[in-house]
């Protein structure tokens, strides 16, 4: 299996944030070809470390990277990439991470 995780900082206006967020992005995103399954985090995020200002985690998973490559390249995946640029227009502002996973 692989992954995509997107971790979102604390936006300034959340309410925007969460309208675009739920009614536009995932949607868009559930149609990438090949996504397995769509989940995101519950409030409250609980940082170990210390650090207190993420806001939303949304993992993707697919079944492979080359999956997640092909999703990306689609129309859908031009759409979504571009669509993350308005929600979240300063890359500062969130950490995107991709990669396969083995049961251990």
Do not use: W
């Not at 990438?32 to 470390?49: A, E, Q």
């Amino acid at each position: 299996m692989a992954r995509m995780i997107a971790i979102y900082k604390t936006p300034e206006d959340k309410d925007a944030f969460d309208k675009h967020y739920f009614e536009v992005h995932i949607p868009i995103a559930k149609k990438l070809p090949g996504l397995r399954k769509y989940d995101v985090s519950k409030n409250p995020i609980i940082s170990t470390t210390g650090d207190s200002d993420t806001y939303l985690i949304g993992t993707l998973h697919f079944d492979s990277l080359d999956a997640i490559k092909q999703a990306f390249a689609s129309e859908s995946g031009k759409l979504c990439a571009k669509d993350r640029k308005i929600l979240v227009p300063d890359d500062n502002n969130i950490q995107i991470y991709v990669f396969d996973t083995e049961e251990v």
